[in-house]
């Protein structure tokens, strides 16, 4: 399964949007609401409640993506997501509010990279773990599938 990059960095820049009003109400409701963003996205990147809105709302007005990208390493990235945000929302949930909020800003750095510079740092682990074991990934393909 291929994603369109732009969809990707559209998911990072509403993730980032969300972690700053976590940071800034300390809801660890609303943190939860996020683990369950990751969630649903890790389970199926390209049904992802983000991916969703940007294939409604955006996608239409775009023209068709030059490349696209794995969804393996999207989907690594959502579960490192989730290993970040689901501890900061229970920690907001029982009283340890400044553990929440570090994790949470270390997933907003991560996000707001991705988001506005396409770095994705779980993608890139993921691939670099691929290289590591002997089978790389390339990060992106065009998007007629034929490799220049």
Same mark, same amino acid.
């Given at each position: 399964?291929?994603?369109?990059?732009?969809?990707?960095?559209?998911?990072?820049?509403?993730?980032?949007?969300?972690?700053?009003?976590?940071?800034?109400?300390?809801?660890?409701?609303?943190?939860?609401?996020?683990?369950?963003?990751?969630?649903?996205?890790?389970?199926?990147?390209?049904?992802?409640?983000?991916?969703?809105?940007?294939? !409604?709302?955006?996608?239409?007005?775009?023209?068709?993506?030059?490349?696209? &990208?794995? !969804?393996?390493?999207?989907?690594?990235?959502?579960?490192?997501?989730?290993?970040?945000?689901?501890?900061?929302?229970?920690?907001?949930?029982?009283?340890?509010?400044?553990?929440?909020?570090?994790?949470?800003?270390?997933?907003?750095? !991560?996000?707001?990279? @991705?988001?506005?510079?396409?770095?994705?740092?779980?993608? &890139?682990?993921?691939?670099?773990?691929?290289?590591?074991?002997?089978?790389?990934?390339?990060?992106?393909?065009?998007?007629?599938?034929?490799? @220049?």
């Amino acid at each position: 399964m291929l994603l369109d990059p732009r969809g990707v960095r559209f998911a990072a820049a509403l993730t980032s949007l969300v972690l700053v009003l976590v940071l800034v109400t300390g809801s660890g409701w609303l943190a939860l609401a996020q683990a369950a963003v990751f969630a649903a996205t890790a389970a199926v990147p390209a049904r992802g409640p983000y991916g969703l809105l940007y294939k !409604a709302l955006v996608a239409p007005r775009l023209a068709p993506a030059d490349a696209r &990208e794995p !969804a393996a390493p999207v989907r690594f990235a959502q579960l490192v997501g989730l290993a970040f945000v689901l501890p900061a929302a229970l920690g907001y949930l029982l009283g340890a509010p400044v553990f929440g909020a570090v994790l949470i800003a270390a997933a907003l750095v !991560a996000a707001f990279l @991705n988001a506005a510079f396409g770095l994705c740092l779980g993608c &890139e682990a993921y691939l670099a773990m691929r290289r590591f074991t002997g089978r790389p990934l390339p990060a992106r393909v065009p998007a007629d599938g034929v490799k @220049n």
